[in-house]
């Protein structure tokens, strides 16, 4: 290790590093900088503040240090955050904002693997595809005819709670469906609504129309616990409950209250909470719960796609270009 002073580090957790930044993509990086970063276990900072006092830069994602007076003393020349991951608001600060640190974000790219889970997930929905799995395991064979019937995404109503970067883009894929899309989300007016091809309704209206609604809002102060038992038990049957933003945003015993007692629905649970649930939760044992393991965000080779979007953002940086992600104040106090 040489006494060089970096501009620029990778800060974050080293699992983190190598499943975001591969190989190709610190290669662009190096080149991007004509050095390499020097990596900085999140850990470790603090031992080594008369190295950072020049790093403008940080490479970062899963493990990323909250930016305090602490940290800002400690990086007085920093001046952008290059975030390969999702929400910023586990580390942007009062005291970041005010000393005008940028921070772009791969928030948007994260979105695309939560699209693609959800949009699979409200297909098989709609043909009722876990319903009918349990029923002929329960048979072993194939259930009557009737009992296969299924709404199918022909005319479905599809409801979307928040129209942030994924509720966007799964309406973007839900065009070639023929569907029909309703969206609660207090921020986006009916204008920009029109626009995306959806339907602003209230979140009561929104359960009681939707055969599918799936649930993107972010987890705040003014979300937690918002989808009540009363939402739940409002559901048409046969309806299908999917939430792959954060459990906190559900009243989880009314959701297990209501679907022991109505069969007919069925809850789709990429996250929950807590998270993983209790050993005795029922939600391990409910037959109309299909639980995964917080799956749907960026795994395995998708978390390159991250680490690329950064690369392209600090390609941007050094040539004084806009950019693409950046996150401003107020978007971060509404990000999960």
């Given at each position: 290790m040489t006494n060089k002073r970096p501009r620029a580090i990778y800060l974050l957790w080293r699992e983190s590093l190598d499943r975001i930044y591969g190989a190709r993509e610190r290669?662009?990086?190096?080149?991007?900088?004509?050095?390499?970063p020097l990596f900085v276990d999140p850990r470790e900072w603090r031992g080594m503040a008369e190295r950072l006092g020049e790093v403008e830069m940080v490479l970062s994602g899963w493990g990323m240090v909250k930016m305090d007076e602490t940290f800002l003393a400690t990086f007085p020349k920093l001046r952008v955050v290059f975030y390969g991951a999702g929400s910023v608001r586990g580390f942007v600060t009062d005291a970041s904002w005010a000393r005008e640190v940028r921070v772009t974000s791969a928030n948007a790219m994260n979105a695309v693997p939560v699209c693609e889970f959800t949009v699979a997930q409200i297909v098989l929905a709609a043909k009722q595809a876990w319903r009918l799995n349990a029923r002929t395991r329960e048979l072993r064979s194939f259930p009557p005819m009737p009992e296969r019937e299924s709404p199918g995404m022909y005319g479905a109503v599809i409801g979307l709670i928040s129209l942030g970067a994924v509720?966007?883009?799964?309406?973007?894929?839900?065009?070639?469906?023929?569907?029909?899309?309703?969206?609660?989300?207090?921020?986006?007016?009916?204008?920009?609504?029109?626009?995306?091809?959806?339907?602003?309704?209230?979140?009561?209206?929104l359960f009681v129309k939707?055969?599918?609604?799936?649930?993107?809002?972010?987890?705040?102060?003014?979300?937690?616990?918002?989808?009540?038992?009363?939402?739940?038990?409002?559901?048409?049957?046969?309806?299908?409950?999917i939430n792959t933003a954060r459990g906190g945003v559900v009243d989880e015993a009314g959701?297990?209250?209501?679907?022991?007692?109505?069969?007919?629905?069925?809850?789709?649970?990429?996250?929950?909470?807590p998270e993983p649930p209790r050993p005795d939760s029922p939600l391990y044992t409910l037959p109309n719960v299909f639980l995964t393991p917080h799956i749907a965000g960026s795994k395995g080779g998708e978390c390159r796609r991250l680490g690329r979007t950064m690369v392209d953002e600090l390609r941007r940086y050094l040539h004084g270009e806009p950019l693409r992600f950046e996150v401003c104040r107020e978007q971060a106090l509404r990000m999960a």
């Open positions: 290669a662009d990086v190096a080149a991007l900088l004509k050095d390499e509720g966007r883009m799964v309406v973007e894929r839900l065009r070639d469906y023929d569907v029909r899309v309703l969206a609660y989300d207090p921020y986006v007016d009916p204008v920009r609504a029109a626009e995306l091809g959806v339907t602003l309704c209230s979140l009561e209206d939707s055969d599918v609604v799936s649930c993107h809002a972010p987890l705040l102060e003014t979300t937690e616990r918002m989808l009540t038992r009363g939402h739940f038990a409002s559901m048409k049957r046969g309806a299908t409950f959701l297990i209250e209501v679907l022991a007692g109505r069969p007919d629905l069925q809850a789709v649970l990429d996250v929950t909470h």
